[in-house]
């Protein structure tokens, strides 16, 4: 059974820092592509940020140069590093797992980010 479980959200004020930290297990994760979603109320779920197996990084354009993912194969972690938070961040933010193998993907239980002083 996989299994992702996201940890490290929380508030946070304009300017801040966050990091986000997803484990993954049940699967075979280094050949896998992973990423970070976000979701806010009466919205479609919306890519944040993607690593592949390779390590080919693809980010939104609102995170660019704000947001950094990485991945740890090792540890079948996930993270995405969040500087220069705005409060449009405030969501809730979802790890993905898609597997080549099968062509499923996967979700965590979501973390909630609230930026605001």
């Known amino acids: 059974q996989v299994q992702l479980v996201e940890s490290g959200g929380g508030l946070v004020q304009p300017g801040g820092s966050l990091r986000l930290s997803c484990a993954a297990s049940?699967?075979?994760?280094?050949?896998?592509?992973m990423g970070w979603y976000r979701q806010a109320p009466g919205k479609q779920r919306e890519l944040v940020a993607v690593i592949g197996g390779g390590y080919a990084t693809i980010y939104a354009d609102s995170v660019k140069g704000r947001f950094t993912i990485s991945r740890d194969n090792s540890k079948n972690t996930v993270s995405l590093q969040m500087n220069s938070l705005k409060p449009e961040d405030t969501t809730v933010y979802y790890c993905?797992?898609?597997?080549?193998?099968?062509?499923?993907?996967?979700w965590g239980q979501g973390t909630q980010v609230t930026v605001s002083s």
């Open positions: 993905s797992l898609f597997s080549h193998l099968t062509g499923f993907r996967y």
């Open positions: 049940g699967i075979i994760f280094s050949s896998n592509d």
